[in-house]
């Protein structure tokens, strides 16, 4: 046994009540959403006001259904799809794990979409103030992920002070690997929300409808894929295209949007006048 940090003993479970259960992962998903509400429901009237407070309310449904629909939808699809679709009832079973970011995006963008047309709000302006609460969640996400012990990081140099042994690795007690989750809760929770609270507060930002969500799209990604270099990849599929990862690949696209978006709004071409 090397001399390295033991993985503390969480327990994945919060409460037990009976036979329900309150998970960290749970719990993460519920205060994100929670705060993030909060805050889009002060955002949304900052100049120029892009909706009310009352809609951001009524939005609130819509990005729970967004979000977690399409983040299971999106890890049966990306990461497992031959599994789920030869045991379909496996795909109701997410205490079970299985969640994707990039899914959960692609879910909140229908809803966004959706949401805007039938209250006639404008769509980037709208997605730009969500785009500023959305790490929060991406922070509570990860810390949840290590909680539970999963998503370990690759090895790491038994002099690193803050290896870790994972229990839930193949290798457990004899590779000491990197606490990965809790990197990426520093990149895509604590630095990503700083950089776009700070842009957030620039009344031109806001003006330029759809530079926040490129500015989102793109720091997002680049925090992904640098997360993805000290992270474990998935056993069943392992490195992929020139060695990078299914998140590092998904993060792609999302870099090229990113930087197209916040060329578009920076043109002044996404500006719309204020709400009434």
Known sequence: MISVIPFPNFDPVLVRLGPFSIRWYALAYIVGLVIGWQLVRRLVRRPPAVATALQVDDFLTWATLGVVLGGR??????????????????????????????????????????????????????????????PIGLGLGRCANFINGELWGRPAPASLPWAMTFP????????????????????????????????????????RFGFLTGLFLTGYGIARSIGEFFREPDAFLGFLWAGATMGQLLSVPMVIAGLALMAYASRGAAARPAAG
């Open 168 to 207: 839930r690795a193949p290798d457990f007690g004899t590779i000491p690997r990197h606490p990965s989750q809790l990197y990426e809760a520093m990149l895509e929770g604590v630095v990503l929300f700083l950089v776009m609270w700070m842009a957030g507060r620039s009344a031109r930002n806001r003006e």
């Open 73 to 134: 939808l999106g890890y049966i699809l990306f990461y497992q799809p031959s599994l789920y679709f030869s045991h379909p009832l496996a795909m109701l079973q997410v205490w079970n794990g299985g969640m994707s970011f990039h899914g959960g995006m692609l879910g909140v963008t229908i809803a966004i979409i959706l949401f805007c047309r039938r209250n006639k709000i404008p769509l980037l302006g709208f997605a730009d103030r969500i785009a500023i609460v959305t």
